[in-house]
């Protein structure tokens, strides 16, 4: 089975922005956070046998925790690490404390930030502070990657993004990032605008990453439906140390299907007893993931086919 290579912590779902298309759920009003001695041990246990070479932190918003922050890259990096983190970029009000803040980062050994926008961030974060941020990271050489969210409709919010940001686009990576069907989008968004892809198609695109949440949920994989896929979930740390979960997650049934068998073969064999079981049409791949670990008679269906 495909081993994990990197491992993505979920700092706080406190954020500074109420997003309407928040996977997670993320706001002003949330306080889950996971404190500074738990990423330690986390950390401390997947370099061990140096499986793990990438970290990256997310939130939420990190950097409301700024200290944390700083001490997390630090003891990262001296783990020798490669490493990212998220922001929305609400910092980003002056030069000189944007500068100081990412030199800082980028000394201790941050090697890549990544931010989103879209027409529902910029109700909470301004163009302009994605502008400071992005020129302030290439003066302090530290990579920065723009995640574009998209619904299925095409946009001009983008073009006039882009028009405002001008020169200060140069040098970052931008992708295109498909709206997951997760959390407050689900709520907020009519289901018609989301992408969608025929359910024959859809396969799991596991990148590598384990996940860890802010209230203490591990799930193998960082997929944006998780908080919303409990089968999955491996343990908490808030109940067990983390290395029992650590180990229990190589023999994780449900995760080794999938990553054995692939999300066709699990619909095939979940059809075979349920012929209508799945719909045509789904956002994406972990939407049918979320479909299948969701439902007890599926779940039976499989275990069955696990003790195979
Ligand atoms: S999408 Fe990002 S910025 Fe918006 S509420 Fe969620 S974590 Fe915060
Ligand atoms: S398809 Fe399932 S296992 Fe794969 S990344 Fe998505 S939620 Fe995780």
């Known amino acids: 089975m495909r081993l994990h290579k990197q491992i993505s912590v979920i700092l706080t779902n406190k954020?500074?922005?109420n997003c309407d298309i928040c996977c997670y759920s993320c706001s002003t009003k949330e306080n889950e956070k996971l404190s500074f001695s738990e990423i330690e041990n986390i950390l401390n246990t997947v370099t061990q046998n140096n499986s793990i070479s990438h970290l990256n932190i997310s939130g939420g918003e990190p950097f409301l925790y700024l200290?944390?922050?700083?001490?997390?890259?630090?003891m990262a990096h001296k783990k020798k690490l490669t490493?990212?983190?998220?922001?929305?970029?609400?910092?980003?009000?002056?030069?000189?404390?944007?500068y100081e803040i990412i030199h800082k980062l980028k000394q201790l050994g941050l090697d890549v930030l990544y931010t989103s926008y879209d027409m529902y961030?910029?109700?909470?974060?301004?163009?302009?502070?994605?502008?400071?941020?992005?020129?302030?990271?290439?003066?302090?050489?530290?990579?920065?990657?723009?995640?574009?969210m998209q619904l299925e409709q095409y946009s001009t919010f983008t073009s006039e993004l882009f028009h405002q940001l001008g020169y200060s686009?140069?040098?970052?990576?931008?992708?295109?990032?498909?709206?997951?069907?997760?959390?407050?989008?689900?709520?907020?968004?009519?289901?018609?605008?989301?992408?969608?892809?025929?359910?024959?198609?859809?396969?799991?695109?596991?990148?590598?990453?384990?996940?860890?949440?802010s209230n203490g949920n591990v799930y193998p994989c960082c997929s944006n439906y998780v908080r919303e896929i409990p089968f999955l979930c491996a343990g908490n740390i808030h109940e067990?140390?983390?290395?029992?979960i650590y180990n229990r997650l190589k023999m994780h049934w449900p995760f080794r299907l999938v990553m054995e068998y692939g999300l066709q073969k699990l619909?095939?064999?979940?059809r075979e007893v349920k012929p209508d079981a799945f719909r045509e049409e789904y956002t994406d791949d972990c939407e049918l993931c979320k479909e299948i670990w969701s439902n007890k008679e599926n779940i039976d269906i499989l275990y069955s086919f696990y003790k195979k």
């Open 169 to 213: 686009l140069y040098g970052v990576k931008i992708y295109y990032i498909p709206i997951c069907n997760a959390g407050a989008a689900k709520d907020n968004i009519e289901p018609d605008a989301f992408h969608k892809k025929n359910v024959n198609e859809l396969q799991c695109v596991f990148t590598n990453t384990m996940n860890v949440m």
């Open 67 to 74: 200290d944390d922050l700083y001490k997390i890259v630090e």
């Open 121 to 148: 961030h910029s109700k909470y974060v301004t163009a302009d502070k994605l502008k400071l941020l992005f020129d302030v990271c290439k003066e302090c050489h530290l990579d920065v990657q723009l995640n574009l």
């Open 240 to 244: 067990e140390d983390f290395e029992t």
């Open 15 to 17: 954020c500074t922005a």
């Open 267 to 270: 619909a095939a064999v979940i």
């Open 83 to 98: 490493i990212s983190c998220v922001t929305n970029g609400f910092w980003c009000n002056d030069h000189d404390k944007t």
